[in-house]
């Protein structure tokens, strides 16, 4: 998702999910258009290890010049990366985005499903954990556990 105003044809930033991202590229990342003096320089030197000599060479080979813009910066991976609900609501409230009076009602419901959807995929693919959770919060796999109540005002599914 790339989010930039009508005038300018640069982004502001963008997230990507990538589900066969390359090594060494996070699959959900972020990529913020910017200026940072002191990044470029530290991505021009790449350090002394091989994969930061590495990528340096593939910028100097391919004639581009390593911006801030380049870094990729992690934001939870397959299952814990930030929805569009999470992003739609950051441009509501940090940018003052014209928004119907119960869009935000809308984005909540939105984030609870997609979620709900991650949780499911992760307790599909890690069934161990989740039973030996169960087990060890006492609760009796005979029957269906009642629901965690937690004293925070606003649900994990839901909450910005």
């Known amino acids: 998702m790339t989010v930039a105003t009508f005038s300018d044809s640069v982004p502001m930033f963008h997230y990507d999910f990538v589900r066969t991202a390359g090594k060494g590229i996070p699959s959900a990342h972020i990529n913020v258009h910017a200026s940072n003096?002191?990044?470029?320089?530290?991505?021009?030197?790449c350090g002394?290890?091989?994969?930061?000599k590495a990528r340096r060479k593939r910028f100097v080979d391919s004639?581009?010049?390593?911006?801030?813009?380049t870094l990729h910066f992690p934001v939870g991976g397959d299952r814990f990366?930030?929805?569009?609900e999470d992003?739609?609501?950051?441009?509501i409230r940090e940018f003052g985005i014209?928004?119907?009076?119960?869009?935000?009602?809308?984005?909540?419901?939105?984030r609870k499903e997609y979620r709900e959807r991650q949780l499911r995929a992760l307790v599909r693919e890690f069934p161990q954990i989740v039973y030996d959770e169960l087990i060890q919060a006492g609760h009796d796999l005979a029957e269906r556990?009642?629901?965690?109540?937690?004293?925070?005002?606003?649900?994990?599914l839901t909450k910005y």
Do not use: Q, Y
């Not at 003096?37 to 030197?45: I, P, R, Y």
């Not at 002394?48 to 930061?52: L, P």
């Not at 992003?87 to 441009?91: A, G, H, I, S, T």
């Open 37 to 45: 003096d002191s990044a470029v320089k530290v991505m021009l030197g």
């Open 48 to 52: 002394g290890k091989n994969r930061g």
């Open 63 to 69: 004639g581009f010049f390593p911006t801030f813009s």
């Open 81 to 84: 990366r930030p929805g569009l």
């Open 87 to 91: 992003v739609l609501e950051m441009l």
């Open 98 to 110: 014209d928004a119907e009076d119960h869009c935000l009602d809308a984005i909540k419901d939105s």
């Open 145 to 156: 556990p009642a629901a965690h109540v937690s004293h925070a005002s606003e649900s994990r």
